[in-house]
Every structure is written in C-alpha cells, then in structure tokens.
C-alpha cells in the first residue's frame, strides 16, 4: 500500500551540481505531476504528464528537465543546480478519469542548494 | 492570469469557537480541492468539490462550493487543537494539474 514513493527525502547539493529525483507510483494513475513548495508560496507546478512518454511544462519549469519512461516513475531532473532551487519537491498522481478523485501526494524531498 | 486566493492566511483561535476559511479562484473551472498539510509531511486530501452548490463535510470540516461567485469556503465548528495545520484550496484537477492557493496557516490555542 505504497501510493506515491519520492526519493531521496532529503538531498543537500552544491551551486551547479546535477542529481535526479524519482517518483513512483503504484496505483496505475494515467497522470503524474512535480510542484514545489515554497515558503509562503503555496505549492506550483514544474512540470507534468498525461501518460507514458509525454510531458509538458507547468507554472515554472526553468532549469528543470523530466521524463516519463515508465507509466509508473516520473524522473525530475537539476542539470545545474542553483540556490533558487532550494525548496521542498513534491510529486502527485491521479487517474485520467474519475473526476471526483484527488492528486495523491508523495512525502516530498527538501533539497538544499549551497 | 489564473488565481487562487485564500483568507485569512494566518488564523489564531481558541478551542471550542468556529471560524470560516475563504477561497476564491479565478477561472470556470468549477473543480475545487480542500488539502490539509501538517508541519515537514505531505498533503492530505480533505475535500472534493465538484458542482455548485456541493457541500461536504467530515467531523468538524465542511467545506462549500458557490461556482456563480467562484467562491469555496471551509468552516471549522467547536475547533480542536488536533486541527491545527496548514490548509490549502486549489483548483484545476485535470491533466495540467492544480493551481493551489498560498495556504492558511492554523493554530488552535486551549
């Protein structure tokens, strides 16, 4: 009964370091989805996909890349680190139908920039 | 520009006393999602909200969906310090995600 799975949970990097978040899902969910949560900011979309192989930008998608091998993982990529980064990283799923269903959260992953 | 602006965005109040949450959002949508988040742990899904005029509620929460002036509301009744938590609308829920609002930070004092 995992549900949504990130890690790492927690990740300390340097200034133009690179590393890649993974998340998994175990619920067969169509759509899978990456925010951030900034102090004060509510949670915003990075990026997002409807289905295996595709992916699309969110609300802020800069200096983040994405992929979606899988139905169930969904990669969340830093090439180049920067301290604008530092948030907690949060990934969500959901079904393509059932409207009446919400976005399922992982537990996040606080990531530190230096 | 779409919008989802929740008031007040702190709230202090006492045990036993009720209070009311306000979301407005700004597209026609129409899908409004209550989340609760506790201090360093994930989101937890409250409430769904899918028709003008929907209510739901569950123990102390109800929340309410008013899609004519795009307004949802949360009310707390006779407040426990076990809700204390950050609460948090959003709107969307299709396949270009959620657009939340900042969150109302509550605190429930004996």
């Known amino acids: 009964n995992a549900g949504v799975t990130q890690t790492p949970k927690f990740r300390v990097l340097k200034t133009g370091q690179s590393m890649t978040l993974l998340c998994a899902q175990d619920m067969n969910h169509e759509y899978m989805y990456w925010y951030r949560q900034d102090p004060g900011m509510g949670l915003r979309l990075i990026h997002y996909s409807v289905g295996e192989g595709t992916t699309a930008k969110g609300e802020v998608p800069d200096g983040y890349n994405v992929s979606r091998l899988k139905k169930q993982n969904f990669l969340l990529g830093l090439e180049s680190a920067a301290p604008s980064q530092t948030s907690v990283y949060f990934c969500?799923?959901?079904?393509?139908?059932?409207?009446?269903?919400?976005?399922?959260f992982g537990d996040g992953t606080r990531l530190s920039i230096l | 520009e779409l919008k989802v602006e929740q008031n007040p965005l702190f709230l202090s109040m006492q045990e036993g006393k009720n209070y009311t949450i306000y979301c407005n959002y700004s597209?026609?949508?129409?899908?409004l999602y209550w989340y609760r988040q506790d201090p360093g742990k994930s989101l937890e899904s409250l409430f769904v909200?899918?028709?003008?005029?929907a209510v739901k509620q569950e123990g102390r929460l109800m929340a309410s969906l008013d899609t004519k002036a795009r307004l949802s509301t949360l009310h707390i009744t006779a407040a426990v310090h076990d809700l204390s938590a950050t609460y948090f609308c959003a709107e969307g829920g299709g396949a270009d995600g959620l657009t939340f609002g900042k969150g109302t930070h509550l605190i429930i004092q004996p």
């Open positions: 597209t026609t949508s129409d899908r």
């Open positions: 909200l899918l028709s003008n005029g």
């Open positions: 969500a799923s959901s079904f393509r139908l059932h409207n009446n269903q919400p976005q399922h």
